[in-house]
Structures are given as C-alpha cells and as structure tokens.
C-alpha cells in the first residue's frame, strides 16, 4: 500500500497505472473512516484494478471554522484500517496543495440545478465545496470508477449529474446505505452523539421506514397526514426536523400525483448532531 501526500508523485504512479492499461477506482472521503466506507471500497474491488482512498477533511464544505476543525482527524487509525482491506493507494494531500489560492477567491464548480435546494437551501455553499474537491481529485486520479454511498441521496445526484455535464469518462457507482443493527445509518458524524442520544438515534429510520410503508399500503393517497403524523413522532423523540417529505427521485422536486419513483428526505438535528437518511418509495 502507497501513502501519497504529494501531487508531483500521485501524477506519476497515476501514469504509470494508466500506461499499464489498469482501471482505477475512487473512494473519495474525508477520513475517519467507518464500516460504510469499508464497504464502498469492498465494492470498487469488484470493479477496479487498483483501488485508491483519498482521505481529505475539505474544508469548503463545512458550514463553520468551528465544525472543520474539530472534524475527527484519524488518518493513522485509516491506514492501518486500509491497509487490511488490501487498497493500493492512500491519497492524503494538505490542503496548502489543494487550495492554491484564499479560498476565498479561489475557482469553484457548481450543480445549480441540484446544489440550492433542500441540503444546499440549509447549508449554503456546502455543494459547492463538495462538487469542487471533486473535480480536483477527478482530474488528479483520472477514475475509472468512483463509489458513493445512498445515504447522501442528494450529494449522489449533484455528483451524477456533474460528471454527465462536464463530459467526465466516469462511472459512478453507488452503494446502499449500511446501518447498524439498530438501524442506525453509519455515519462519522455519529460520534458527535451523546450516549443518552445513540439510544434516540435509531428512531430516525424506524420511523421513516414506518411512513414509507404506509404511503406504499395507502398508494400515496393522504400522504400529508401520513407524514405529519410522522413529523410529531420525531418532534416527540426529541428530533429538530430541516427537512422531512417525499420528493420525485430524480428531480428532487415535490412529488406530484404522478410519480411513480420517489423517496423520502430527512435532515434532523439531535442535540448538536445533524443526521439525514432516506428511503425510497416506489409504487
């Protein structure tokens, strides 16, 4: 396993893979790595010849100075973690070589269709960093493949639709959302939770899978009821609820009686933890 820092020498094993004709897969995260993750790169195995993990806490897609920096740094605990899953490369840059420039002023990429709404309407300008790292690592490791968990529905759609509008040769592959066997989604920002919070934690997908149930039972007819019932159970749990509704699953537009392809978005926060999580609701 090759631990890289530097962009000069990442460009140089990136041509030497490519001149053998090899593919590449791309597991993009910020560290502090979980089962989740482990998973993804479980599955670019099956895809790729050669297997890299970037691991960069970017700091432009945080709300607050105050998040990015007490965003748990394991990069030690990663390695010795990626290296019993066999990755080939660990691509860990500062971020002095990522960000050449003030932040900023610096060159940005953006989905508008996609990047203002819902997540992006609570977290301005977090798409944004998000789709910019992106980009860069795109450019940096030329994927064959890259993974991304459901979890993040949203961010999985902002990606799809950035590597279709600017011509990448990508193709993005996307895992199931992993959970605990409380049902909990993996998540590392599941650390920030109190432990009289993990024990509330879990009622999150209990009940979205207890509302997508009934709008499949009932055929999506009174489905406001059925999701405002649902909203005061998560109020009554102790949830702040951002976002909670059905959504067209590829526009992220409202539902309409006519869709057939939809999924339930939640964005809570408990304590001073955000969690989101979705399900889909296919008729």
Known sequence: MNIIKKIKVLNKKIQEIKKNNKTIGLVA???????????????????????????????????SLIDYKKYPRTLKKDCTLLKKENVDIIFAPEEKDIYLSDKKIHTYVKVPSLSNIL????????????????????????????????????????VKTLIKELNYSIKIISAPTIRLKNGLAYSSRNKYLSSSEKKIAPFLYK???????????????????????????????????????????????????NDKNNILLASVWLGKTRLIDNKKIIF
Do not use: W
Not at 43 to 56: E, G, P, Q, R, T
Not at 214 to 229: T, W
């Open 119 to 158: 997540e992006g309407k609570s977290r301005p300008g977090h798409f944004i960093g998000v789709t910019t790292i992106l980009c860069k690592l795109f450019n940096l490791i030329q994927p064959n493949f890259s993974f991304f968990g459901e979890k993040d529905y949203q961010q999985l759609l902002i």
């Open 29 to 63: 995260t910020m560290g502090n790595l979980h089962y989740g993750h482990i998973k993804l790169i479980l599955l670019a195995k099956k895809y790729s010849d050669v297997i890299i993990v970037s691991i960069f806490t970017n700091p432009t897609q945080f709300d």
């Open 207 to 257: 009940i979205i899978k207890k509302t997508t149930d009934k709008i499949i039972q009932k055929k999506g007819e009174n489905i406001k009821f059925i999701l405002n019932a649902s909203r005061k159970d998560l109020t009554k749990k102790g949830f702040i609820i951002d976002i909670f509704d059905v959504y067209n699953a590829k526009q992220l537009t409202k539902r309409s009686e």
